[in-house]
Antibody
Framework: EVQLLESGGGLVQPGESLRLSCAAS????????MIWVRQAPGKGLEWVSS????????YYAESVKGRFTISRDNPQKTHYLQMNSLRADDTATYYC???????????????WGQGTLVTVSS | QSVLTQPPSVSGAPGQTVTISCTGS?????????VHWYHQVPGTKPKLVIY???HRPSGVPDRISGSRSGASPSLAISGLQAEDEGDYYC???????????FGTGTRVTVL
């Protein structure tokens, strides 16, 4: 069974940093792209970042480009989202998800983790 | 800000059929990129219900179906049941943004 478990969320002040982790099991981790999607309280889904299976290609939404960094450790079956210069509008539940393919535009996301809440507030 | 537009809400009585549209532009759906659909019960994680416009993952009831006519994808839920309530999101890829995009979301209510 494919399982994804996020960790690392919490309460931080504006301008601070946080690193989210997503531990995977049940599939050949390096063969699939991994994705981060966030959902602000009461709002819809927003794609944040993606990384290819090999880790050589990364992609970011404009809203986080230059502040967030996605990475992965394939032997450890874990991928990460390093979030710097956090702002109040980054407050959201962050979900990790598995892509259907190693990379590319035709990916869909299945399954999703349970999510981890990030709150940015002074 | 979502790039794909969906109706905010749809509702129907048990047993009826509801349909949700997903409208994009020439850089995403209009460019031929696949559309996928997710169902989210508030407070829980999203779940894939349709991929590649019309394909249903195992375990998703055949009451849920996806269709696409040109650049107009839609999701239909027939034989509406209480378990179908929640939010539905479409998702595609946008070549101008070089990233994935979601719809604005549609709240389905069973009356």
């Amino acid at each position: 069974e494919v399982q994804l478990l996020e960790s690392g969320g919490g309460l931080v002040q504006p301008g601070e940093s946080l690193r989210l982790s997503c531990a995977a099991s049940g599939f050949t981790f390096s063969s699939y792209a991994m994705i981060w999607v966030r959902q602000a309280p009461g709002k819809g889904l927003e794609w944040v970042s993606s990384i290819s299976g090999s880790g050589d290609r990364t992609y970011y939404a404009e809203s986080v480009k230059g502040r967030f960094t996605i990475s992965r450790d394939n032997p450890q079956k874990t991928h990460y989202l390093q979030m710097n210069s956090l702002r109040a509008d980054d407050t959201a539940t962050y979900y990790c998800a598995k892509g259907r393919f190693a990379s590319g535009a035709y990916n869909w996301f299945d399954p999703w983790g349970q999510g981890t809440l990030v709150t940015v507030s002074s | 800000q979502s790039v794909l537009t969906q109706p905010p809400s749809v509702s129907g009585a048990p047993g009826q059929t509801v349909t949700i549209s997903c409208t994009g532009s020439s850089s995403n759906i209009g460019a031929g990129y696949d559309v996928h659909w997710y169902h989210q019960v508030p407070g829980t994680k999203p779940k894939l219900v349709i991929y590649r416009d019309t394909h249903r993952p195992s375990g998703v009831p055949d009451r849920i179906s996806g269709s696409r006519s040109g650049a107009s994808p839609s999701l239909a839920i027939s034989g509406l049941q209480a378990e179908d309530e929640g939010d539905y999101y479409c998702q595609s890829y946008d070549s101008s943004l070089s990233g994935y995009v979601f719809g604005t979301g549609t709240r389905v209510t069973v009356l």
